[in-house]
């Protein structure tokens, strides 16, 4: 399962927040929500929060197992 959990940390460390993130970056509120509930998002979506926030995946997502 991979979780967003560091995403909200890092989102803090560069000062935006999810209302700049829909107002100045264009995210839907839908958007933000699936990443809320660890749902599924596409690597498009992935691949802008790394840009806009100049970091690599693994500063906002990360795989834990079911094991």
Do not use: H, P
Not at 17 to 46: E, H, M, P
Not at 48 to 65: G, R, Y
């Amino acid at each position: 399962m991979i979780i967003f959990d560091k995403l909200w940390k890092t989102l803090k460390q560069n000062d935006i927040s999810q209302y700049k993130l829909i107002k100045d970056y264009g995210f839907s509120s839908g958007q933000l929500d699936r990443l809320r509930k660890n749902a599924n998002v596409n690597t498009y979506t992935l691949n802008q929060l790394c840009e806009i926030l100049q970091c690599e995946l693994s500063d906002i997502a990360e795989f834990i197992s079911d094991k």
